[in-house]
C-alpha cells in the first residue's frame, strides 16, 4: 500500500534562517506530488506541484522553492525564511494509474517563524 | 478562475441534530468533486467523492453529499451528528485545465464542533 511522510513534523526557526521541509511517497511511482499550505479559515493554499522529476509548477509567488530530485521526493525550501513563512505545510500525492483525483495527504510539518 | 465557496466557517450543533455543509463551485463544465476531513490533530483523509453517475454519494461514517449540477453545489449531510464528527471540513473540485493537466481548489474549510 502507498504511504507518504513528511518531517520535520515541527519546526522553529528564527528569521532569516533556511528552510528544508521533505516529503517522501512509498509504495508507488510517477505521483503526481503537491505542497499546500494551511492557515486558519483561509483553507488550503497550493505552493507547488510536481509532475515529474525536475519539473516543478508554482502557483503563487513567494519566498519558498520546491524540489524533486527523486520520482518520490518532494522538498520544500527557502534560504531565508519570513515571519510570514510561519504555518501548516502539507505535502500530498496523486497517482496517475486509474486516476481518480483523489489526494493523500502526509501528516504535515507546522513551522515556526520567530 | 475557477473557485470554492464553503460558505460557512464554523457551525456548532449539538448531537443528534442534522447536518449540511455547503459548497458551491465556479466552473461550468466537467468537474470531480470531493470532501476531506481533518479529524483535531490528525491528517487530511477523504470523506466522499462524486465522479458521475448517481449525484447522492455515500461517504463514510454515515456521511453523504448530494451533486446538483443545476446549482453548482455539492453539500455535506449527515441525519445526525456525534461528538467524534468533530473536525474541520473541506470541499474541492478538480477540473481538467489542459491536455493530461488539472486543477484542483479547496475551499477554505468549515470547522464543526459537535457539543455532547
Known amino acids: 500500500s502507498q504511504t507518504i511522510h513528511q518531517w520535520p513534523a515541527t519546526l522553529v526557526q528564527p528569521v532569516g534562517s533556511p528552510l528544508s521541509l521533505e516529503c517522501t511517497v512509498e509504495?508507488?511511482?510517477?505521483?503526481?506530488l503537491y505542497w499546500y499550505r494551511q492557515a486558519a479559515g483561509r483553507g488550503l493554499q497550493l505552493l507547488f506541484y510536481?509532475?515529474?522529476?525536475?519539473?516543478i509548477s508554482s502557483e503563487v509567488p513567494q519566498n519558498l522553492s520546491a524540489s524533486r530530485p527523486q520520482d518520490r521526493q518532494f522538498i520544500l525550501s527557502s534560504k531565508k525564511l519570513l515571519l510570514s513563512d510561519s504555518g501548516f505545510y502539507l505535502c500530498?500525492?496523486?497517482?496517475?494509474?486509474?486516476?481518480?483525483?483523489?489526494?493523500?495527504f502526509g501528516e504535515g510539518s507546522r513551522l515556526t517563524v520567530l | 478562475a475557477q473557485s470554492v465557496s464553503q460558505h460557512n466557517h464554523h457551525v456548532i450543533l449539538s448531537e443528534a441534530a442534522s447536518l449540511e455543509l455547503g459548497c458551491n463551485y465556479s466552473?461550468?463544465?466537467?468537474?470531480?468533486l470531493f470532501w476531506y476531513v481533518q479529524y483535531p490533530g490528525q491528517h487530511l483523509q477523504l470523506l466522499l467523492k462524486?465522479?458521475?453517475?448517481?449525484?447522492l454519494v455515500k461517504g463514510i461514517k454515515g456521511f453523504e453529499a448530494e451533486f446538483i449540477k443545476s446549482k453548482f453545489s455539492f453539500n455535506l449531510r449527515k441525519p445526525s451528528v456525534q461528538w467524534s464528527d468533530t473536525a474541520e471540513y473541506f470541499c474541492?473540485?478538480?477540473?481538467?485545465?489542459?491536455?493530461?493537466?488539472?486543477?484542483?481548489?479547496f475551499g477554505k474549510g468549515t470547522k464543526l464542533s459537535v457539543i455532547p
Open positions: 500530498a500525492w496523486r497517482g496517475l494509474a486509474g486516476y481518480t483525483g483523489e489526494l493523500f
Open positions: 474541492a473540485v478538480i477540473r481538467r485545465s489542459g491536455a493530461g493537466s488539472y486543477q484542483l481548489t
Open positions: 509504495g508507488t511511482s510517477n505521483p503526481n
Open positions: 462524486y465522479f458521475s453517475g448517481d449525484p
Open positions: 466552473y461550468g463544465g466537467t468537474v470531480n
Open positions: 510536481s509532475v515529474g522529476i525536475g519539473q
